[in-house]
Structure formats: structure tokens, C-alpha cells
């Protein structure tokens, strides 16, 4: 029985386990956080590349619809 219990006592996988798992949701969130903001700097690009076009006589831009001519 002490065998056992040096043995559960002394196992560190579980603990191992508990590390990866904090450091693929670190990852995880830091990915997902990374595509937000590619995503928002896009958007913001398309943007003001809509309102040059309209300013100018180049051509026309709905940026809502996402569509320009």
C-alpha cells in the first residue's frame, strides 16, 4: 500500500498535463487574438481605400456591401 501511494505521490503526469493544456489555450487565444486583429486592419484599409475612391473620380465604393465599380 505505501508503494502505491509513493507511487501516486511521486507521478507528475498529471501535473504535466495540466501545463500543455494552459499553454495551448495561451496559443489558442493569442491566435485568435492575432486574426481579430489582421482582420480589423483589413477592414480599416478597405475603408479608407472606399473613401479615396470616392473623393476621387476614379470610381465609386460601397463599403457596406463590400462592392465597387
Not at 487574438?33 to 479608407?48: E, H
Request: glycine content about 10%; charged content about 15%.
Amino acid at each position: 500500500m505505501t508503494k502505491l501511494l509513493k507511487q501516486f505521490r511521486d507521478d507528475e503526469s498529471g501535473a504535466a498535463m495540466v501545463e500543455y493544456s494552459i499553454l495551448i489555450g495561451i496559443i489558442a487565444v493569442a491566435a485568435i487574438m492575432t486574426v481579430i486583429a489582421i482582420g480589423m486592419w483589413v477592414n480599416a484599409r478597405f475603408t479608407g481605400l472606399c473613401a479615396a475612391m470616392e473623393a476621387s473620380s476614379v470610381g465609386s465604393c460601397d463599403a457596406a456591401a463590400g462592392t465597387g465599380t
